[in-house]
């Protein structure tokens, strides 16, 4: 039974290196009988694979796409150069971040230890342009992708905005990625509520193996919800702003959750906020829409100072 199962995986390895093998080709590949070969493909069809026979006499056999996707043998070169791809797929702003974590975390659980040390040669021998894209601790993301995707307890390690340090006992429910940052939503057990993790100050301890039911997550849009708590509790402060387009425009340009309060068809009142007023006058002159401050002297005095910079800075520009 093992020599007939190790055969099938080879067989199965054969067909996907190229398009049409004959018969006499796979039986002197794997050392067989044309008829054992014709039972092999008989047994690989059961199992779902679309093997498709061509008849006459040189006949032979193809692999062909089906309605399902079975599973796939991959040599080590295969696997690593895989595993190298997700990877930078999950850097990425491609819409499939999380899915990739998860491929590239059932892909990890089974690589053997030279395989993965290959892996890991190859994320420290590559360097980023600063700024552009920051290094990304995959291992990290890969094991808390594994316990979301288990649905195990996770413990991790936790370095708080301000440098202070704990221990954290979860249930992890959902990664989402925004911009370079990376946030893990989950149960907090110690504190029985919903918490959002950033995963670059997590330091994943090893698996706890306690699997844990799903909870149900307290809103219908699981970004929105991580977006709008990591977002607002970063403020420290906030303002007021009249602006003078139609919610909807104002909507589209923020991407942000903000409080959007329509006052008529052409104007709305948004209340957002940043870390300075310096930089919340820089974001606003980025909408290019035309705005009032209703509530945020240090917003006004903000948008002086940066009219200032901005006027000296044009100084030597020609007016004509």
């Not at 995986?9 to 290196?17: D, R, T, V």
């Not at 249930?171 to 993790?197: H, K």
């Not at 997550?217 to 702003?241: F, L």
Request: hydrophobic letters at 45%; charged letters at 25%; aromatic letters at 6%.
């Amino acid at each position: 039974m093992l020599e007939t199962s190790a055969r099938l995986l080879e067989l199965l390895s054969l067909l996907q290196l190229k398009r049409d093998w004959t018969s006499a080709e796979l039986a002197g590949r794997l050392e067989v009988s044309t008829r054992t070969v014709r039972a092999d493909i008989a047994r690989l069809r059961s199992l779902g694979y679309p093997v498709h026979a061509r008849p006459g006499v040189a006949g032979g056999y193809r692999l062909v796409a089906g309605t399902a996707m079975p599973p796939l043998l991959l040599d080590d070169e295969e696997a690593v150069a895989v595993a190298v791809g997700l990877g930078a797929v999950a850097t990425q702003r491609l819409g499939v971040e999380e899915t990739s974590l998860t491929a590239l975390a059932k892909l990890e659980q089974v690589l053997p230890a030279r395989l993965r040390r290959r892996v890991e040669a190859v994320r420290e021998a590559t360097s980023v342009v600063p700024g552009v894209r920051p290094p990304l601790d995959l291992s990290a993301l890969g094991a808390v992708a594994a316990a979301i995707r288990g649905h195990e307890r996770l413990r991790f390690g936790y370095t708080k905005p301000g440098g202070g340090e704990g221990v954290r006992h979860t249930e992890p429910q959902r990664l989402v990625s925004w911009g370079s940052l990376w946030y893990l939503l989950a149960w907090d057990l110690d504190r029985d509520d919903w918490r959002v993790f950033r995963v670059d100050r997590m330091v994943v301890y090893a698996p706890t193996g306690v699997r844990f039911q799903p909870r149900l997550i307290p809103a219908d849009n699981v970004v929105e919800y991580v977006v709008g708590r990591v977002s607002k509790a970063a403020w420290t402060y906030r303002a007021r702003v009249l602006v003078h387009a139609p919610a909807a425009t104002v909507a589209a340009k923020i991407r942000i959750p903000v409080d959007i309060e329509v006052v008529d068809e052409f104007t709305c009142q948004v209340v957002l906020g940043s870390d300075h007023p310096d930089r919340l006058a820089l974001w606003m002159t980025q909408l290019d829409l035309d705005i009032e401050v209703i509530d945020g002297d240090e917003l006004a005095v903000a948008l002086e100072r940066l009219a200032a910079r901005l006027h000296r800075a044009a100084g030597g520009a020609s007016t004509t």
